[in-house]
């Protein structure tokens, strides 16, 4: 996948990063920290095998997939969602 775009967080004295990233079939918006996985979400968008990847990456609902990215981190969701998993 290609790295379409990177948003930097700082969150908690700890450094994170939105990433956007893609190819020719799917579109994938994931936190990381440390250059890993920051949490068990990932959004995707599945492009039909005709879809115009570059158009949709200028959509607004990739920039809404980011922001929710954040919000997870911010909100520490998948600390919330572990804790029923345990």
Not at 9 to 32: Q, T
């Amino acid at each position: 996948m290609e790295l379409y775009k990177k948003t930097p967080l700082k969150w908690n004295n700890e450094n994170y990063e939105i990433r956007v990233l893609y190819d020719d079939s799917l579109i994938n918006v994931l936190a990381f920290h440390n250059n890993h996985p920051a949490n068990g979400f990932r959004h995707q968008i599945r492009l039909p095998k005709n879809g115009n990847v570059k158009e949709i990456l200028k959509q607004e609902i990739v920039g809404e997939l980011a922001e929710i990215a954040k919000n997870e981190i911010v909100e520490n969701r998948w600390g919330k969602i572990s804790k029923t998993i345990q």
